[in-house]
């Protein structure tokens, strides 16, 4: 499939990514916080969320200064509440991403860019879902513009205004299919967030990667909610967020829709 060089290019492009992934790892940790207390995103040092002392920057390390103080804050000694989880996911998306999306072209470049900024806007709405179930319209509405300007950057590029058709005939359809869901569940298992987050997921990925999207997503909720039930952590009274689960299948679908699809038809002798 690649030969050395390249293999040591895409390995190295990987590592750098994984490393800018760790910063926005707790960027996205920063924001999500912020969002929640209303404090506005630039200005103002970042505080424990329980004493609320001003952090120092070795308290801002990603992973490393929550392994140091064993998850707990310096000051006050409450647990720290942003696990380094988010930090690590983050970084092995971006890793991937990178270097699944060699940015050697101009148009692997701008792909690139536009994605980050989508992955990062998913990772905070999964991180705040996660948290607290809701998907706020202040990271809705952005990821929604920005999927909007991406697609019809690659339809003008790539010469195809087809891209843009499809992308928005996905949009309206997934949107469409999850707000039925909504109105025959009676938002009991899912809300108007999700409906929003369907309608950005067409648009990012298409007719084909939204349909492979939304079978990851259901396949790995499925599964996921079994485990989480018969490991006891979770009862049939639990409400379960949604939203990781559709942040997961867009960022999936964006990187492998078209292996997934090929495997799948091979599978199946087409
Ligand atoms: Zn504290």
Known sequence: ??????????????VIGGLFGLMFGSAINAIV??????????K????CSDCGHTLAAIDLVPVLSWMVLRGKCRYCRAAIKDTPVAELVTAGAFAV??????????????KLGFWLVLLVLLLVLAVYDARWMILPDRIIVPLVAVALIYSAVTAWLTHSPQVLLGALMAAVFAGGA????????????????????????GLILGAQGTAVGLLVAFNAAALIGVVLLVSKLKSRKDLIPFGPYLVGGTVVAFLFARPIVAWYLGLNGL
Request: hydrophobic share 60%.
């Open 1 to 14: 499939m690649f030969n050395d060089a390249q293999m040591v290019m895409v390995v190295s492009y990987g």
């Open 178 to 201: 999850f707000g039925l869901l909504v109105v025959v569940t009676k938002g009991k298992a899912m809300g108007m967030g999700d409906v929003k987050l369907a309608f950005a997921m």
């Open 44 to 47: 103002g040092r970042s505080v």
């Open 33 to 42: 916080w912020r969002l929640k207390v209303k404090r506005s995103w630039a």
């Open 97 to 110: 991403s990178v270097a699944v999306i060699l940015p050697i072209s101009s148009l692997g470049f701008v």
